[in-house]
């Protein structure tokens, strides 16, 4: 079946620095999204890519689509201490069932001061 | 406020109770999911209902057994478990199960300790 695989699974940077986390997909995809999850929370909706080749800024983040639809990024540009937490990416299955989303394993993102 | 609420947040049983977990969503949505987090393997789909109706079984063992009497209340029952059940378990919304209504909204998480 489909599954999303994320890398890294870890990043450590300091404040200021550029973050990036890459997606990629055993299939081509309808749509992906992205979520975030702090520490100790839940995770949030970030936000839907649909078309191929698509970006969307979200004040310093930036999200990617790719033109073959099996892959995405996430980029936060200038990091700071409110952007730690583990950022999923996540595709649907597809199935007879409908659209529920697979989730990636992650990348949690540490910023150091 | 996340619109979907689960209890008890914490819970801490023996392998021989039987327990459940709770959720209510007031997002007016058509579809609830149960999702398992654990350190191993985050972000475990369990199970998906869409107006009620149980849709997917994603290879949970007999063990959990998910209830849906209206499309605000999702429950999950819970027998014998095995320590390794201890995770977080999450449940969620979404608009439906569209390609375009699949967007997540999930509760906080009701962390399961099986001692």
């Known amino acids: 079946g489909q599954q999303v695989m994320q890398i890294p699974q870890y990043q450590h940077v300091q404040e200021g620095e550029d973050f990036t986390t890459y997606c990629n997909s055993s299939?081509?995809?309808?749509?992906i999204q992205w979520y975030k999850q702090r520490p100790g929370g839940h995770p949030v909706f970030l936000i839907q890519l649909v078309k191929s080749g698509e970006v969307k800024k979200q004040k310093r983040l930036t999200f990617q689509f790719g033109e073959a639809k099996k892959n995405s990024s996430l980029h936060i540009t200038a990091t700071q201490t409110t952007d730690v937490g583990t950022y999923f990416c996540a595709g649907p299955r597809g199935s007879n069932s409908g659209y529920a989303l697979n989730f990636g394993k992650g990348t949690s993102l540490l910023v150091t001061p | 406020e996340t619109g979907v609420t689960q209890t008890p947040r914490h819970l801490v049983m023996g392998m021989t109770n039987k327990k459940s977990l709770k959720c209510e969503q007031h997002?007016?949505?058509?579809?609830m999911y149960w999702y398992k987090q654990s350190a191993k393997k985050p972000l475990e789909l369990m199970f998906v209902y869409s107006l009620e109706e149980r849709v997917e079984n994603n290879s949970v063992p007999s063990r959990f057994s998910p209830e849906c009497p209206n499309s605000s209340h999702l429950f999950l029952h819970l027998h014998t478990l095995q320590p390794e059940d201890s995770a977080l378990y999450l449940c969620a919304s979404s608009q439906d199960l569209g390609v375009f209504g699949n967007t997540i909204y999930f509760g906080e998480g009701s962390w399961l300790t099986v001692v």
């Open positions: 997002l007016g949505h058509n579809a």
């Open positions: 299939t081509t995809l309808s749509n």
